[in-house]
């Protein structure tokens, strides 16, 4: 036995006995560390795109009086975007919130609106979205029915309902009860997120005319809605 700590104590003396149990130790934590770490590496991760042909027009149910009729045209133009699951684990109760609703004038962006409003999933799927696959949400959408057009609105396309007078006249409501973006360039604020996923913000523009356009804003226009924000919160201090 003495024999062998003779054989040790040039080590111990030159610290090797001491960094060989700090390594020890270190192992230790990082063994007892690695679940959340592994957990966290393969956490689900949202991302937001645009795809190609993003306005899709579909049927649409409709009634004239109480009876069902399908002599006339009736569908929807709807303008969506993509989310897609980039982690390595499924991502539960998906959901994308527009929070704040932007108008750009010549000089500068005015808030229209804050309320936040949920857009609908498009896809079927409902639980959960699988890593590496994606999930459509209906950003605004407008019903066309015969020769009448409903303006664009949040979240998607308005029912629409006629009645048929005599002499042939028909009569068209559009139903719904979600906000109608005018003619002009929009921005809004999105928010998506899912159970146990960090939250993501992003800025879309909707350009709505004829058609409806969309885009994510530039680095210019996201300094112009910061601009905006900041004199929304500004806030008068008396401090007596």
């Known amino acids: 036995m003495t024999t062998f700590l003779k054989w040790l104590k040039p080590f111990y003396e030159a610290g090797f006995i001491q960094l060989l ?16 770490f592994n957990r966290w590496r393969t956490r689900a991760r949202m991302s937001v795109e645009i795809p190609k042909g993003y306005v899709a027009e579909k049927l649409l149910p409709q009634s004239v009086g109480n009876f ?21 684990t499924a991502a539960v109760g998906v959901r994308v919130i527009a ?9 500068k962006c005015s808030l229209e609106s804050n309320t936040e409003t949920s857009l609908p999933p498009i896809d079927a799927r409902v639980d959960q979205l699988p ?52 003619i002009g360039l929009h921005f809004v604020r999105l928010v ?30 996201r300094r112009t809605i910061r601009n905006a924000d900041r004199e929304r919160d500004a806030v008068e201090v008396s401090r007596g």
């Open 192 to 221: 998506v997120s899912a159970d146990a996923v960090i939250p993501t913000t992003h800025f879309l523009a909707i350009d709505v005319g004829d058609e409806v356009r969309l885009r994510f804003a530039s680095a210019r226009e």
């Open 68 to 88: 069902s009729h399908d002599t006339e045209s009736v569908y929807a133009r709807v303008a969506k975007l993509r989310v897609r699951n980039v982690g390595k």
């Open 131 to 182: 890593a590496g696959l994606t999930m459509c949400f209906s950003v605004c959408g407008c019903s066309v029915h015969g020769n009448a057009i409903s303006g664009y609105r949040v979240g998607g396309a308005p029912g629409s309902s006629a009645v048929t007078f005599g002499a042939g006249q028909t009569s068209v409501k559009f139903t719904g009860d979600k906000p109608t973006l005018r």
């Open 99 to 107: 929070t704040d609703f932007y108008f750009s004038e010549p000089d």
């Open 21 to 36: 149990a700090a390594s020890g130790t270190l192992l230790a934590v990082c063994v007892a560390l690695w679940p959340h």
